[in-house]
């Protein structure tokens, strides 16, 4: 009940594509979900985050479409450009939780 | 404003030995949670600190110990070092927990264990 399940694995998109990588989970008292982006050798970085009471957020060409009563969620990125080629994880977390279940990660490559 | 450091960024031991990583959060931060990553497990939660209190732990045998010092930095320590225990260890800072703000990763420490 504690997991994230994150979909597809590896995803590779022409330049200008729209990658979509989508999560799932199961337990209900999450309502904290961020998307983390990391390059090789570096740390995870904050890319956005949702709480359950929006349906969509858009931060620059990044996007989280949330689905709370299919427990979904999905990060899409419009205008894809090879900068964004790295490894997608998301992740979710309780109100009162002081941990971040994490997905498998995505690895996203652009191609240009 | 100065990022999360870790300590070393690489290390090499063999199996038995034990190691300890050293993680400096970001100025002003209360709340160190160290992460281990793999190539198959990914990212899993280890423990989080908030004022040198344990708050959590992630479902690690004993071996993986950790704490904090009065001026938030923190170490963690593994012993009995195991061929599996190879991974990036990540320390994560931020000002009270992950749930009301954001994570700041550092660049990992890197373990090999031979």
């Known amino acids: 009940q504690q997991q994230v399940k994150q979909s597809p694995q590896s995803l590779i998109v022409q330049k200008g594509g729209i990658p979509i990588i989508n999560c799932a989970y199961e337990?209900?008292?999450?309502?904290?979900f961020p998307w983390y982006q990391q390059f090789p050798g570096k740390g995870p970085a904050l890319l956005i985050a949702?709480?359950?009471?929006?349906s969509e957020k858009k931060e620059g060409r990044f996007t989280i479409s949330f689905n709370k009563s299919a427990k979904q969620f999905s990060l899409h990125i419009m205008d894809s450009q090879p900068g964004d080629s790295a490894t997608y994880f998301c992740?979710?977390?309780?109100?009162?939780?002081?941990?971040?279940?994490f997905g498998k990660g995505t690895t996203l490559s652009v191609s240009s | 404003k100065a990022g999360v450091t870790q300590t070393p960024r690489y290390l090499i031991k063999t199996r038995g030995q034990q190691v300890t990583l050293s993680c400096s959060p970001i100025?002003?931060?209360?709340?160190v949670s160290w992460y281990q990553q793999t190539p198959g497990q990914g990212l899993q939660f280890l423990f989080e600190?908030?004022?040198?209190?344990?708050?959590n732990k992630g479902n690690f045998p004993g071996r993986f110990s950790g704490r904090q010092f009065s001026n938030s930095r923190s170490e963690m320590n593994v012993s009995t070092l195991e061929l599996g225990d190879s991974a990036l260890y990540l320390c994560?800072?931020?000002?009270?927990?992950?749930?009301?703000?954001?994570?700041?990763f550092g660049e990992g420490s890197r373990l090999t264990v031979l």
């Open positions: 600190y908030f004022s040198e209190t344990q708050r």
């Open positions: 994560a800072s931020s000002f009270t927990g992950v749930n009301t703000g954001e994570l700041f």
């Open positions: 100025s002003g931060h209360r709340s």
């Open positions: 337990n209900t008292a999450f309502d904290y």
């Open positions: 949702i709480r359950p009471d929006v």
């Open positions: 992740a979710a977390s309780t109100q009162a939780g002081t941990a971040l279940i």
